[in-house]
C-alpha cells in the first residue's frame, strides 16, 4: 500500500524554524515527483513547495520563497521541507503528496498527485 508519512509538526513561535519529513513507502520512489501542500481552517489546500524526480529541479510558492527549502534523499526515499522565519499565517496541516511524472517535470496542482499523507499539523504563534 502506498502511503506517504509525515513527521515533524509541532508548535512554535514567529520567527522559529520547523523541518517536516516525509517517508514514502510502497512506490518506486525514483518514479515520483513529491510535494507539500497545506490547509489552514477554512480555507482550500494549497501547493507549498514539490521536488522533480531529478531532484535537482524544485518549485516554490510565491509566500514561501526564500524561506522553506525542499529536498529528496534517494537513498532513504524520503523528502524533507525545511521551513524558517515561520509567521503565524504558516498555521496549517501540511500534506505531503506523490506524483508519478517525467525526470524534470515540477507538478504544482493538487489533482495531478494520487498519493498522499495523512497530514502533520504545524502552529505558528505570534
Known amino acids: 500500500q502506498v502511503q506517504p508519512v509525515e513527521s515533524g509538526g509541532g508548535l512554535v513561535q514567529a520567527g522559529g524554524s520547523l523541518r517536516l519529513s516525509c517517508a514514502a513507502s510502497?512506490?518506486?520512489?525514483?518514479?515520483?515527483?513529491m510535494g507539500w501542500f497545506r490547509q489552514a481552517p477554512g480555507k482550500e489546500r494549497e501547493f507549498v513547495a514539490a521536488?522533480?524526480?531529478?531532484?535537482?529541479?524544485?518549485a516554490y510558492a510565491d509566500f514561501v520563497k526564500g524561506r522553506f527549502t525542499i529536498s529528496r534523499d534517494s537513498t532513504q526515499h524520503t523528502v524533507t521541507l525545511e521551513m524558517n522565519n515561520l509567521e503565524p499565517e504558516d498555521t496549517a496541516v501540511y500534506y505531503c503528496?506523490?506524483?508519478?511524472?517525467?525526470?524534470?517535470?515540477?507538478?504544482?496542482?493538487?489533482?495531478?498527485?494520487?498519493?498522499w499523507g495523512q497530514g502533520t499539523q504545524v502552529t505558528v504563534s505570534s
Open positions: 503528496a506523490a506524483s508519478q511524472t517525467a525526470l524534470f517535470y515540477i507538478p504544482m496542482r493538487a489533482s495531478s498527485y494520487a498519493y
Open positions: 510502497g512506490l518506486t520512489f525514483e518514479n515520483y515527483a
Open positions: 521536488v522533480a524526480r531529478s531532484g535537482g529541479d524544485t
